[in-house]
């Protein structure tokens, strides 16, 4: 199983499954009104995929978006908030690298997308 997690600052109703319809099959995700974790489900190269918001995290502003499934559309964290970005706008920020339960952390080092480009940012 494969993930992908992204952060996106200040996240506009809708915006996640409206990105997600342009670029999988069918999506299931109702994102209008993020109040809580929600749950959805999309379709990929024949493949259900499962995908989670998570509102609140890494600080107050940001949903944390995560993807997984057996076969992915993009093969990074970045790529994904490149592909994100495209279409929501606004700030994303991912993890620079695959990380895994249990990598050190002291150094909280991540990838920042916003109209100034791509920039590393450490994120405390």
Do not use: H
Request: proline share 4%; net charge negative; with cysteine.
């Amino acid at each position: 199983m494969q993930d992908l997690e992204i952060y996106i600052r200040d996240l506009e109703a809708g915006a996640v499954s409206r990105w997600l319809s342009d670029q999988l099959g069918q999506v299931s995700l109702d994102d209008e009104v993020i109040t809580g974790f929600v749950k959805g489900y999309a379709r990929y190269d024949g493949q259900t995929l499962s995908l989670s918001l998570y509102p609140g995290a890494g600080g107050k502003r940001f949903t944390c978006l995560v993807i997984e499934g057996p076969s992915l559309p993009w093969n990074s964290d970045l790529d994904c908030a490149r592909s994100a970005w495209r279409a929501i706008g606004g700030e994303l920020r991912c993890s620079p690298s695959n990380w895994a339960e249990g990598d050190d952390a002291t150094e909280e080092r991540w990838w920042r997308i916003d109209e100034r480009g791509e920039l590393p940012a450490i994120w405390n």
